[in-house]
C-alpha cells in the first residue's frame, strides 16, 4: 500500500539543528511534487516547502526561507527537510506530503488536500 513515513523530530533548543525524512513506500516519489507542511496547536496547517520531481524547482516559506532546506533522493525513495536556527515559533507538527499538482495547490492556499500524506513527526523548540 502507499505509504509515507516521517521521522527526525524532537525537541531541539532555539538556534539549533533537525533534518526530517520522508521515506515512500508502495509507489515512487520521482512522479510526485513532494512537501512539507506543518501545523501547530490551534493552528491552521502552513506549507512549508516543496521540491519539485526533478529536484530542480522548490518553494519555501518566506517564514523558514534562509534556514530551512529540502532535498530529494529518488534512488533511494526519500525526501528530506534540513530545518537550521530553528525557532521556537517552528514548534509544529511536521508532515511529508506528496500531489503532482502540489505547487499549483500551495499556490492557492490549498494546504489540505494533497494526494498522499504521512501522519507527521512533531518539532519542539524550547530552551
Known amino acids: 500500500q502507499v505509504q509515507l513515513v516521517e521521522s527526525g523530530g524532537g525537541l531541539v533548543q532555539p538556534g539549533g539543528s533537525l533534518r526530517l525524512s520522508c521515506a515512500a513506500s508502495?509507489?515512487?516519489?520521482?512522479?510526485?511534487?513532494i512537501g512539507w507542511f506543518r501545523q501547530a496547536p490551534g493552528a491552521e496547517r502552513e506549507g512549508v516547502s516543496c521540491?519539485?520531481?526533478?529536484?530542480?524547482?522548490?518553494y519555501y516559506a518566506d517564514s523558514v526561507k534562509g534556514r530551512f532546506t529540502i532535498s530529494r533522493d529518488n534512488a533511494k525513495n526519500t525526501v528530506y527537510l534540513q530545518m537550521n536556527s530553528l525557532k521556537p515559533e517552528d514548534t509544529a507538527v511536521y508532515y511529508c506530503?506528496?500531489?503532482?499538482?502540489?505547487?499549483?495547490?500551495?499556490?492557492?492556499?490549498?494546504?489540505?488536500?494533497?494526494?498522499?500524506w504521512g501522519k507527521g513527526t512533531l518539532v519542539t523548540v524550547s530552551s
Open positions: 521540491i519539485s520531481s526533478s529536484g530542480g524547482i522548490t
Open positions: 508502495g509507489f515512487t516519489l520521482d512522479d510526485y511534487v
Open positions: 506530503a506528496a500531489d503532482p499538482a502540489m505547487f499549483v495547490k500551495v499556490s492557492r492556499g490549498d494546504y489540505y488536500d494533497m494526494d498522499y
